[in-house]
């Protein structure tokens, strides 16, 4: 389990590097989905799995598709990959760095094994992060009006952002 | 530093670099924003499991739907830029005729 959570967490760091070190946007969305899979690995080597499906189904189902249309949007004719000269040395740079902070820290590792949450209880009816986020409706309704809020806020921003050519917010000059 | 913490913020560093060195693209600007709120959302979450302190798990839910109201309104950012200057680089916004 320690070796399996190691290889989600070099996932999600090699993920980072991969949208960082500015390809092409639709690699860059790859990048992002890698680091994403990887950190529903991570959450789940901790025993949050209802946090780790919200951030599969939430994050990579809703908004990756609408990266991907955006990018789809924007496209370009000659994409850049990793593989191209420009790229490829921001992906050796960062990964130097990542290593070279990696060496500042090594031998000072406080704890290299980690247990999962409500494994060291006796009788768990449910997971922590289960009853944990159900809290939302109770006591932290107020909070979840004012997400609600916002993101209806959000409609109407976005509503007037794409409204039209010559009465939108950006314009051509 | 125990290396799960090592690696998000990591994550979020990197995320950072690519956005403040790397502008061509205003696609590419927001998907390092995302990756940013991706090492967040981790942070969090392993701040709530670590901790055992499972009143604490809503925030990651919160900072989900602010994140998605960010990347909501980045995106219609760049649909209004693509439709009036035809492409999302950012050069072509420092124009003066187009």
């Not at chain 1, 991907?68 to 490829?88: H, I, K, M, N, Q």
């Not at chain 1, 992906?91 to 999962?116: D, P």
Request: proline residues 2%; glycine residues 10%; negative net charge.
């Amino acid at each position: 389990m320690t070796y399996l959570v190691s290889l989600f967490l070099l996932g999600l760091i090699f993920g980072l590097v991969a949208v960082a070190s500015n390809p092409a946007p639709y690699f860059a969305a790859l990048g992002l989905v890698i680091a994403a899979g990887a950190g529903c690995g991570v959450l789940v080597g901790h025993g949050g799995s209802f946090l780790s499906l919200v951030l599969f189904l939430i994050y990579l189902g809703g908004m990756l598709v609408v990266f991907a249309y955006s990018a789809a949007l924007a496209a370009e004719p000659f994409p850049e990959t990793w593989g191209d000269r420009s790229v490829l040395v921001y992906v050796l740079f960062y990964i130097l760095g990542v290593m070279v902070v990696v060496g500042w820290f090594w031998g000072g590792w406080h704890e290299a094994c980690w247990v999962a949450i409500d494994e060291l209880k006796e009788l768990v009816v449910l997971r922590g992060d289960v009853s944990g986020v159900a809290l939302m409706y109770s006591s932290g309704g107020g909070l979840l009006m004012l997400c609600a809020w916002v993101l209806l806020l959000t409609l109407f921003v976005v509503l007037e952002l794409t409204r039209g050519l010559n009465r939108g917010t950006v314009r051509a000059i | 530093m125990t290396p799960v913490h090592f690696s998000f913020t990591a994550a979020f560093t990197l995320g950072l670099m690519g956005l403040a060195f790397h502008r061509t693209h205003l696609l590419s600007a927001l998907i390092c924003l995302e990756g940013m709120m991706l090492s967040l959302f981790i942070a969090l979450s392993l701040w709530t499991l670590q901790l055992e302190s499972t009143a604490f798990s809503t925030a990651p839910m919160l900072l989900l739907a602010f994140s998605a109201c960010e990347a909501s309104a980045g995106l219609a950012l760049l649909v209004a830029t693509a439709r009036t200057h035809g492409t999302d680089r950012l050069q072509n916004l420092n124009l003066l005729q187009c």
